[in-house]
């Protein structure tokens, strides 16, 4: 009877221990949707972002629209010379597509259709130096890309989530998992990233948000540089991708 009580009591155990660890992972899967007029995230002008043209910028997307420029991560503002954003939708580049854009003119773009509105897709874009050595990845897979001669430059305007170009060009459906390197990342690293997420203490990772709070007005930054975002508008989701 002792034996098949403490056999019992241990098969008990460990189902509330698995249920304990499976609530945490369900309560922890969220992401930020935004309605494509006011909401962005900032996310300061620290000094963390002064990555030069060597870098790695990774996003979980799912557009639900793709009809105009939406910023997804830009470094842009005013006018600014040598800044940048990262971007999606349709306009002169064609429709559908992903681009690094700078001051009045495209760095990088694919073609059109390369991502579709109401499917969540992993993005990223990497440039190793000046020069023409950029690469965008949709899904871990390298596209075919245009580009044009720029030089990106290190300045103090905001970095912002969700908004583009003179606080216009905002962002209409989800994000989640956004990280900057200040390091180029393999299309292997890359293609990792999209089944298991960054911790947040991996090396030249300078800025990590997980999207994982759920509730409140700040996303928190998962790497040692705590830089915070502030949520501006932008209203939590528990629609999240599954690799």
Same mark, same amino acid.
């Given at each position: ?8 009591? *241990?098969k008990?155990? =460990? ?5 304990i660890i ?15 007029v006011?909401?962005?995230?900032n996310?300061?002008?620290?000094s963390?972002?002064?990555i030069?043209?060597? *870098?790695?910028? #990774?996003?979980w =997307? ?8 939406h910023?997804i991560?830009? !470094?842009r503002r005013?006018n600014?010379p040598?800044s940048?954003?990262l ?15 700078g001051i009045? @003119? ?5 073609g059109?259709? $390369?991502?579709?509105?109401? #499917?969540? +897709?992993?993005? $990223? ?8 050595n ?5 899904? %871990? =897979? ?6 044009n ?7 103090d305007a905001?970095? #912002?989530? %969700?908004?583009g ?5 905002h962002?209409?459906?989800?994000i ?7 390091v180029?990342?393999?299309q292997?690293? =890359?293609?990792?990233?999209? @089944?298991?997420?960054? !911790? &947040?203490? #991996? @090396?030249?990772l300078? &800025?990590?948000?997980?999207?994982n709070e759920g509730?409140?007005? !700040?996303?928190?930054?998962? +790497?040692s540089?705590?830089n915070d %975002? +502030? ?10 991708? !599954?690799?």
């Amino acid at each position: 009877i002792i034996a098949v009580f403490r056999k019992g009591a *241990m098969k008990r155990i =460990i189902f509330v221990f698995l249920f304990i660890i499976n609530l945490g992972f369900t309560q922890a899967n969220y992401s930020l949707s935004f309605d494509g007029v006011d909401d962005y995230v900032n996310v300061g002008n620290d000094s963390d972002f002064d990555i030069d043209n060597t *870098m790695t910028i #990774e996003a979980w =997307i799912k557009p639900t629209s793709l009809s105009n420029r939406h910023g997804i991560f830009t !470094t842009r503002r005013d006018n600014d010379p040598g800044s940048f954003q990262l971007e999606v939708g349709t306009s002169d580049l064609g429709s559908n597509y992903v681009a690094v854009s700078g001051i009045s @003119s495209w760095v990088a773009g694919t073609g059109n259709n $390369a991502i579709s509105t109401g #499917e969540w +897709t992993h993005i $990223a874009y990497t440039r190793n130096g000046t020069g023409d050595n950029h690469a965008i990845y949709v899904n %871990g =897979i390298a596209q075919t890309i245009s580009t044009n001669s720029y030089t990106f430059v290190n300045n103090d305007a905001l970095k #912002e989530i %969700g908004r583009g170009t003179s606080q216009g060009q905002h962002y209409n459906g989800q994000i989640d998992g956004l990280s900057i390197w200040d390091v180029v990342l393999t299309q292997e690293q =890359i293609q990792s990233h999209i @089944s298991t997420p960054p !911790t &947040g203490n #991996e @090396s030249g990772l300078v &800025g990590y948000w997980d999207f994982n709070e759920g509730t409140g007005t !700040t996303l928190a930054d998962q +790497t040692s540089n705590g830089n915070d %975002g +502030t949520i501006y508008g932008a209203t939590w989701s528990t629609d999240v991708p !599954t690799a």
